[in-house]
């Protein structure tokens, strides 16, 4: 038996850590850290710019290149998702509506 | 994890009395949207996690513990190849860096509470999470019921992402990766961003974001995510700053029009339709 786990193991202990720092970061001290106003009201922008940051690429990008072809299942999913969402304002219909266009797509045609 | 941050009962006590707290049902309620899209995000992350060379008692561990979708698929690639346990870290830690900036929002709301329980509160709270609070919860000041509310959204949250990524691990080899379920996780946050676009300033700092995540893909470590919020908090501030300026003449006019003033002469239908300036009109 070998030691092999025990770097798989200390590396997720780490990592746990790090979830728990991270997320937890201002909420540790008990007193408050002064933050400049202005990094105040700028760090309103900080979630949305987030996920914007996530999600993107993940749209517009295929293995770190700027996509290159229309023929894209995810360009029409998108575009329907974002279309739905505006008609409607509801999250899981625009999951699915965009999920009904791209799996057609993406299975059937291979786009 | 009472409500009130005390210890007083076990988990299981504490988990009923919060299900039949209306707010915690409420937090429940605001995550069915997208637990849809975390799932299937979770099943992809489970999956990918054995595909990587993770045995499935190491990727449930993982899973369990970890509690990061992001993070996650982010440090599998370099866990796979046996990468040093520093670069594993430090990219999981920049990945987490938006988390840094969550909490110092999240300590507007729970400040007061013991450490304890501020750091439970932490450790559940994911991107969708926080969106949902913040959208419940715009005045950044603790009220009794955001802690019941926190909770039930953070169970929602869990037990959406938790199940299918222990399902993921166990029927990895029966679960195509090829099919892109994965695109799913990505139309709910798609969801959650479009819900948190209000007006000029949101729209405008999305669009730099993406640019900038896109423009700066190349750079290690998901450090563009980073340089992504640097720029869209900098395209904020600027567009708040010229709004600011633009508005002011319009504002005086209205402060001007009150009663005290002597009423506009009515229009003289001679002259152009042209409205004088502010400058213009005072006595």
Same mark, same amino acid.
């Given at each position: ?16 850590? #790090? ?13 408050? *850290?002064?933050?400049?106003?202005? *990094? ?26 700027? #996509? ?44 | ?13 504490? $988990? ?23 799932? /299937? ?6 999956? /990918?996690? &054995? ?9 449930? +561990?993982?899973?369990? $513990? ?35 900036? +969550? ?15 501020? $750091? /439970?509160?932490?450790? !559940?709270?994911?991107?969708?999470? !926080? ?5 419940? !919860? ?11 509310? +926190? ?6 949250? =869990? ?15 029966? &679960?195509?990766?090829? =099919?892109?379920?994965? !695109? ?18 949101? =729209? ?33 501030? $600027? ?11 319009? +504002? ?6 009150? /009663? ?24």
């Amino acid at each position: 038996m070998s030691w092999s786990w025990v770097e798989p193991v200390l590396a997720i202990i780490g990592l746990a850590v #790090i979830t728990l720092v991270s997320r937890a970061f201002f909420m540790i001290p008990e007193r408050e *850290l002064p933050l400049p106003g202005w *990094l105040k009201r700028g760090l309103k922008y900080a979630p949305l710019a987030a996920l914007a940051a996530v999600i993107a690429p993940e749209l517009f990008m295929t293995q770190g290149r700027f #996509i290159h072809t229309l023929l894209d299942a995810r360009l029409p999913a998108v575009a329907c998702a974002v279309g739905y969402y505006f008609w409607r304002r509801d999250i899981l219909g625009t999951i699915v509506v965009g999920m009904a266009v791209y799996l057609p797509l993406h299975i059937g045609l291979g786009w | 994890m009472t409500p009130q941050g005390s210890q007083p009962q076990g988990l299981g006590d504490d $988990l009923r009395a919060l299900a039949r707290d209306p707010h915690a049902r409420l937090g429940v309620k605001d995550m069915i949207g997208t637990c849809l899209g975390i799932g /299937a995000w979770g099943l992809v992350t489970g999956v /990918a996690m &054995v595909k990587s060379g993770m045995d499935a008692p190491m990727a449930i +561990f993982m899973s369990l $513990l970890v509690y990061a979708g992001s993070a996650q698929l982010a440090v599998l690639p370099l866990m796979a190849v046996g990468a040093p346990l520093w670069v594993v870290w430090l990219t999981a830690s920049c990945v987490n860096l938006r988390f840094v900036i +969550f909490s110092s929002m999240w300590r507007n709301y729970f400040h007061y509470l013991p450490r304890k329980h501020r $750091l /439970a509160i932490a450790y !559940f709270s994911g991107d969708v999470i !926080f969106v949902a609070f913040m959208k419940r !919860f715009p005045k950044p000041e603790p009220r009794p019921e955001q802690v019941p509310y +926190f909770w039930g959204a953070a169970c929602a949250n =869990w037990l959406a992402w938790q199940i299918p990524s222990i399902a993921g691990i166990l029927l990895a080899n029966a &679960v195509p990766l090829s =099919w892109g379920l994965g !695109f799913a996780g990505v139309l709910a946050l798609l969801g959650v961003l479009l819900s948190m676009l209000q007006d000029r300033a949101t =729209w405008l700092a999305t669009i730099v974001a993406s640019t900038a995540a896109i423009a700066a893909f190349a750079l290690p470590l998901k450090l563009n995510i980073l340089v992504a919020i640097a720029a869209a908090v900098t395209a904020g501030l $600027l567009i708040e700053a010229a709004d600011r300026h633009l508005r002011r003449p319009p +504002f005086r006019l209205t402060v001007r029009s009150r /009663a005290t003033d002597p009423p506009l002469p009515p229009a003289d239908p001679s002259e152009p339709a042209v409205a004088p300036l502010p400058e213009e009109r005072r006595p």
